[in-house]
């Protein structure tokens, strides 16, 4: 079955998303005019995930985001953050971060929700998350005047990394010591 793994390479690679096991099911079976059974498929991605997890690869197959996706090995982590930094114009600012982050904890949200909470207006870094694609309009709002309701995408996560928003640091990660501002008086 190593066609099969051949095959399956090339999805993973060419996908501009993560490709999860159904899509990749469905590809194969409509290319190959048959069922292919999700056992093999299975199979063939973890034979693929050890075959790239040796030494002479600088790359692997990752499982993020609802499904698979070839990334760098942290090793070449210090070449990969020079090339970014040369391209850091698409770097979040510290406004997109925190709106962001309101939209990742409180989604589905409305543009006012966000606002409220920021106390600025967030016009413009919605724009721009939404030109990133890391965020997506989710449909409308009942309340008055139907304001659009946002909330993260599936770029989101492989963006930060995660499989799922249960993966997002909760509040009980952080400690008391390291949010604070100024001194307790005793």
């Known amino acids: 079955m190593d066609f099969l793994h051949r095959h399956i390479e090339a999805l993973i690679f060419c996908a501009p998303a993560p490709l999860g096991l159904e899509d990749i099911q469905r590809c194969l079976s409509e290319m190959f005019g048959s069922e292919i059974p999700s056992e093999h ?7 693929l995930r050890e075959k ?7 790359f692997t197959i990752e499982n993020l985001g609802g499904g698979f996706q070839f990334l760098t090995k942290p090793a070449y982590q210090a070449s990969i953050s020079i090339l970014l930094r040369q391209q850091s114009h ?8 925190e709106t962001l982050s309101i939209i990742a904890y409180r989604q589905p949200v409305t543009k006012t929700e966000i606002e409220h909470i920021r106390g ?10 939404l030109e990133k694609e890391l965020i997506a309009i989710k449909g409308k709002s009942d309340s008055v005047g139907k304001p659009l309701l946002y909330g993260t995408s599936i770029k989101f996560m492989e963006y930060f990394g995660i499989n799922s928003l249960h993966d997002l640091p909760q509040p009980k990660d952080f400690s008391q010591e390291e949010n604070q501002i100024g001194e307790i008086k005793e």
């Open 120 to 129: 600025v207006n967030c016009d413009y870094s919605i724009q721009k998350l």
């Open 90 to 97: 698409k770097k979040l600012s510290t406004a997109q971060l």
């Open 41 to 47: 498929v299975s199979e063939a991605v973890e034979a």
């Open 52 to 58: 790239y997890s040796k030494d002479e690869y600088s």
